[in-house]
């Protein structure tokens, strides 16, 4: 028996594949979609992946450290490492910033990270070049996507940093780059005002009288000490020694430490649910909204290549073609469109994932998803083209 | 195969063959890239990198020692000064005035004395005149001429006369005590007035001007500080973590923040014995000799220390170490596999070697960098650099 689809398809197949084509590139854009917002929870996963933290102790009360702002004391992981079930316990900072690269200007999430020995949650995970920092100042590790290289000296504030190393997805929730530096450089950056805003603090409270009492002048200087001072971190983050409970180790902490902890899970709840859940569902609404367009339009091209071949159909008609075998010739048609368009989008979709400005995450899972969709889809839309195929009056083979 | 047979062919293979590749090689199911290198056997010569600001050893707050309003001030900042030269006056107000007046006291006093001496050589006289007429009466009642009252009465004479004579030497004795204590008080004046002269204690450079002529100062106050330019060091902080092996008499490199290409040599000093609790990091003092101009003082200067290099031992990178699961190690391919290896470590050059006390061998294969965190479960591929 002759495949009535395939010599169909034959017959125009240059025609056909370019439709394929182009559908094909409505569905990378659908998958596109898709992988911007697996990329987006997969950046929020990879800030939590690569503070390799168990526990994240904040400031009471606060949802920090990267919903919200968060403060406390750097000698607070003291006590803290102190506790049973405490593997480690760091100091961390977070400051998303601009700095100059060149002439431009890159944002970047600067991390203040304990550099004392290898390993300590909050360093990077695993580095693409270089090493990781050994001097206790004026070192920095980047990542790929800031566009910096090894040897750049990029200045924060009012240093500069080499940077000697370079690392791979280490972003923050918003996609920007991390740049890595010791937590004292990253505590100066962090609450270091410029040299005019130090200037105009010193006068204001040399006019004071209550800061600068005549006849003791060490008052002022004491009070500008005071404040010049940054001990402060955003968090501390803990790591649990491999048999404790992680949610023992945190109820521990916040009934005798009086501060704010949150666990693997409930960090996530926090990123995912309330950091990025408003863009999150901007997009997936968008997800929908283009699914619904690519069905539409995979809908009408089967039809109108459907009613372009109404005449062909016609005559098979009147030569006494069954109803089924003018089905299934419309279906197969839809379906190898379907799979022609799903091929290209797919490619389409992961060779221009790189280029977003973002993290595109294109998930097999999502992508076999995506193929059983494009199935349905072409099936639902050529039950449009059956009908109009098979409401032909035969006549029309042989009319005007 | 007919002419659009393989046309065909030319499209659907290639495209085919693409979709194979985009769903193999890209995305979470393609292999991750990693750079790999032997484990070396290599010196590690750990080296401390500390930061710090110049200062001065020895610095002199010059101010009064009793509050005061300043008249003058003699020197500015920038000038040289010698041990004992003014530097500011501070307003004697009524001292010179109190020192003439002692000086007067004191005249009096004398005045007071020279009249106690005349008393005494009257009473001196009125002795010698009773005792030689209590000596006669006595001769002439042996002869029986004169009463014996007379005779008492003369010698009640001669013990007033002696009295006399005493309450005048005392006296005299009050007019010196008296005197001398006026000059003492005079003295003291005199030397109060000479202490608000400031004067430099040692010879040195001016480097602060503090106040100006007209200020009132409190006791202690400093009005001018001296500084030896000849004797600068660092104030240096080391983090503690990585502050092991800092001891004086290492040599250290300093790079001044306004001149980092042309490091100076120095040695460090003394290392504090107490350190900062707070900022966890260890004091230390590095001495270096000044050429050219001097540095400003509170100037920020990076210091770092090397140590002399150990025995040749095995090293590896840094970016190899990783912790996986509470341990330190690195991953080692064996037969193709991904092995995570448990190592202790020794010390790190500031090159980011660090020496590998145990765990590895020479010639092992180590995974350097990775494009992404590694699994023991992680398909990889070898390449030369990364990204």
């Known amino acids: 028996m002759i495949s009535l689809a395939g010599r169909d398809i034959l017959h125009g197949w240059g025609k056909y594949m370019l439709t394929g084509v182009g559908l094909g590139l409505l569905i990378g854009v659908t998958l596109s979609m898709a992988g911007v917002y697996r990329g987006m929870v997969d950046d929020a996963q990879a800030l939590l992946d690569n503070s390799q933290a168990d526990l994240w102790v904040v400031q009471k009360d606060t949802l920090g450290p990267y919903a919200e702002p968060s403060s406390l004391a750097e000698d607070s992981e003291r006590p803290i490492q102190a506790m049973r079930g405490v593997a480690q316990a760091a100091g961390v900072t977070y400051l998303t910033m601009q700095i100059a690269h060149g002439d431009e200007d890159v944002r970047v999430m600067v991390v203040g990270a304990e550099m004392g020995a290898p390993g300590l949650p909050g360093q990077p995970t695993h580095l693409v070049a270089g090493r990781h920092i050994v001097r206790g100042h004026y070192e920095a590790v980047a990542d790929v996507k800031s566009g910096f290289a090894i040897g750049d000296r990029v200045k924060v504030r009012r240093n500069f940093y080499t940077i000697v190393g370079l690392t791979s997805r280490m972003v923050s929730s918003g996609g920007d780059p991390m740049l890595f530096l010791s937590l004292k450089d990253a505590q100066a950056a962090q609450f270091q005002k410029d040299s005019d805003a130090i200037l105009r603090q010193r006068a204001r409270i040399a006019a004071s009288p209550q800061l600068n009492p005549p006849g003791n002048p060490a008052v002022s200087q004491a009070v500008n000490a005071v404040q010049s001072e940054n001990n402060n971190v955003n968090a501390v983050l803990v790591t649990t020694t491999p048999n404790a409970d992680p949610d023992a180790v945190a109820a521990a902490i916040r009934r005798w430490q009086r501060l704010t902890v949150y666990t693997r899970a409930q960090m996530e709840e926090i990123l995912v649910d309330k950091l990025i859940a408003n863009s999150a569902r901007q997009i997936a609404m968008f997800l929908v909204i283009l699914s619904i367009v690519s069905a539409a339009i995979v809908a009408f091209i089967i039809y109108t290549m459907t009613i372009g071949k109404i005449r062909e159909i016609a005559v098979l008609k009147l030569i006494g073609t069954r109803d089924r075998t003018i089905s299934w010739m419309i279906l197969q048609q839809a379906l190898g469109l379907g799979l022609i368009g799903f091929v290209v989008g797919k490619i389409a979709a992961s060779l221009w994932a790189p280029f977003f400005p973002k993290y595109v995450l294109l998930l097999p899972a999502d992508s076999i998803m995506g193929f059983f969709a494009v199935m349905l889809i072409c099936t639902l839309a050529s039950v449009l083209a059956i009908q109009a195929a098979l409401k032909v009056d035969p006549a029309e083979a042989i009319g005007g | ?387």
């Open chain 2, 1 to 387: 195969m007919s002419r659009r047979g393989w046309t065909m062919a030319a499209v659907l293979v290639p495209l085919l063959l693409l979709f194979a590749w985009v769903a193999f090689r890209s995305g979470p199911l393609a292999p991750t890239n990693v750079t790999v290198a032997q484990v070396e056997t290599r010196r590690i010569a750990p080296a401390m990198f500390g930061i710090g600001t110049v200062e001065a050893r020895y610095t002199q707050k010059v101010g009064p020692t009793a509050a005061g309003r300043v008249t003058m001030v003699a020197v500015d900042v920038g000038d040289m000064v010698k041990a004992g030269q003014l530097l500011a006056q501070i307003d004697p107000i009524d001292r010179d005035q109190r020192i003439d007046a002692a000086a007067g006291g004191t005249a009096r006093s004398a005045a007071l004395e020279q009249a106690a001496a005349a008393l005494i050589a009257d009473a001196t006289a009125r002795v010698a005149l009773a005792k030689s007429q209590a000596e006669r009466t006595e001769q002439l009642k042996k002869s029986g001429w004169v009463t014996n009252a007379l005779v008492d009465q003369r010698r009640q004479e001669l013990a007033a006369a002696q009295a006399g004579l005493v309450a005048a030497q005392a006296n005299r004795g009050a007019a010196a005590m008296d005197s001398s204590r006026l000059g003492a008080e005079r003295a003291a004046l005199v030397e109060q007035r000479s202490n608000l002269r400031l004067v430099a204690p040692h010879a040195g450079l001016v480097v602060r001007r503090a106040v100006e002529p007209g200020t009132t100062v409190v006791a202690g106050q400093s009005v001018v500080e001296i500084i030896d330019p000849a004797q600068l060091w660092i104030n240096a902080r080391f983090d503690q973590t990585q502050s092991a092996g800092l001891a004086a008499g290492l040599p250290v490199r300093i790079a001044l923040r306004s001149r980092p290409d042309a490091p100076i040599s120095g040695t460090i000093e003394r290392v504090e014995p107490m350190a900062d609790a707070l900022t966890e990091e260890v004091l230390a003092k590095a001495r270096f000799t000044v050429t050219g101009t001097l540095p400003s003082i509170g100037e920020l200067a990076e210091v770092t220390v090397a140590l002399p290099a150990g025995a040749a031992t095995l090293a590896v990178p840094n970016a190899a170490v990783h912790r996986v699961d509470g341990a330190t190690g690195v991953w080692v391919i064996r037969d193709g596999d991904l092995d995570f290896v448990t190592v202790k470590l020794g010390v790190q050059d500031l090159g980011g070697w660090v020496q590998v006390l145990a765990g590895l061998a020479a010639g092992d294969r180590i995974v350097v960098h990775s494009a992404k965190a590694l699994k023991a479960s992680s398909r990889f591929s070898i390449v030369d650099a990364l990204p």
